[in-house]
């Protein structure tokens, strides 16, 4: 017969949440200071390199050699490749300070592959800002996150500073819509008719992938919500609520091209909810078709066009190559570009 009285079930509790948090803490630390230790050899390096007569006389064995000595001494961590890094690394992060002490080398490694150094920049602030991790970072990158952004003309999202980008957010429910959506980590192949219920359910499976896609301040409220009049029942197929912009957020899911049916039925949804479920603190409820095709004119010509409501966007199964999605982002850019040069040729629309 075991005679110790039972732990307090709050001291267990409190004492397991401590001892986990100093784990955690530890990991950062750990963490924090292989970064400085990879910027500092990479100045060293470069620093080195830059010396003239030292970089004439080691060329392009200075790194193999720098691996084998540094290898031999501390073992792995110190290959060329990564000393590669460490140079690139340096380079593209001169500032030491500058550094977002939440991020591991392995976000760095992925980071200093990013061309530009405006897109870079924010790439490394948002991953640490939105906790990512290094997988979700370089599926970030892969998927052109940033030029995605600036497409929707998130522009404040991109370039101004929290407390600015916050109050455009909430001002323009516009800025935060993403075309085309990418929907690669469902694992569905590229060609054949995809019902709508299966494409809900893989959605629902991957749900944590799919609020990352969206961007920020999402939380999931419902599937298949039902809506009702006096005589008839409605059910939209996502719910959502986004806390920055403060408004519910509906999605219906079409994997056949857009249709005129199908704005006029969503228009019909974000007025019901505006009606019967949104708060007397919540903005206007916004309404999004993800679709597999839109055709720009059933665009241009319905209630979708220059709505801060209503927005179509277009999902992809099958991540493309950079150069194929840089192409499209550059083709949605044109036909924007098109539609506001014809918006301001016509008389009477107040746009200078």
């Known amino acids: 017969m075991n005679d110790q009285p039972s732990l307090p079930h709050p001291l267990l509790a409190a004492l397991r949440e401590l001892i986990a948090q100093g784990r955690q803490r530890a990991l950062r630390a750990v ?3 292989q970064v400085q230790t990879c910027w500092e050899v990479g100045r060293h390096i470069v620093e080195f390199e830059q010396g003239g007569e030292n970089r004439a006389a080691y060329g392009k064995k200075l790194l193999s050699s720098l691996a084998e000595n540094l290898t031999r001494e501390f073992g792995k961590g110190f290959d060329a490749s990564n ?3 460490m140079r690139l690394f340096y ?6 300070d500058a550094l977002r002490h939440e991020l591991s080398w392995t976000h760095y490694r992925t980071l200093v592959r990013v061309e530009s150094a405006d897109a870079r920049q924010w790439y490394m602030n948002e991953a640490a800002a939105q906790n990512w991790s290094s997988r979700a970072l370089e599926r970030q990158i892969g998927t052109l996150y940033y030029e995605r952004l600036l497409l929707s003309e998130d522009r404040h999202a991109v370039t101004a500073e929290a407390d600015a980008n916050l109050q455009a957010l909430k001002q323009a ?3 935060f819509i993403r075309d085309p959506v990418m929907l690669e980590f469902l694992g569905f192949p590229g060609s054949g008719k995809l019902l709508e219920s299966t494409l809900e359910q893989a959605l629902m499976d991957k749900l944590q992938a799919f609020l990352l896609e969206l961007g920020k301040g999402f939380a999931f409220v419902a599937r298949q919500q039902r809506i009702s009049t006096e005589s008839k029942d409605f059910y939209i197929d996502l719910v959502f609520y986004n806390y920055l912009l403060k408004c519910f957020v509906l999605i219906d899911l079409k994997t056949h091209e857009l249709t ?9 949804y974000v007025r019901m909810y505006d009606d019967l479920k949104r708060g007397p603190d919540d903005n206007p409820t916004v309404g999004i078709l993800l679709c597999e095709h839109k055709d720009h004119s059933v665009v ?3 209630v979708l066009h220059d709505s801060e409501q209503l927005f179509a966007s277009k999902y992809r199964l099958i991540l493309p190559s950079e150069e194929e999605l840089r192409c499209e982002i550059e083709r949605e850019r044109a036909i924007l570009d098109e539609a506001q040069n014809t918006a301001q040729s016509i008389p009477g629309t107040g746009l200078a």
Request: charged share 30%; hydrophobic share 35%.
């Open 83 to 85: 000393l590669r890094y």
């Open 300 to 302: 241009r010509y319905s």
């Open 31 to 33: 963490d924090m200071v």
């Open 91 to 96: 380079q593209a992060f001169p500032i030491r």
């Open 173 to 175: 429910p516009r800025e």
């Open 260 to 268: 005129h049916q199908d704005i006029g039925q969503m228009d019909m």
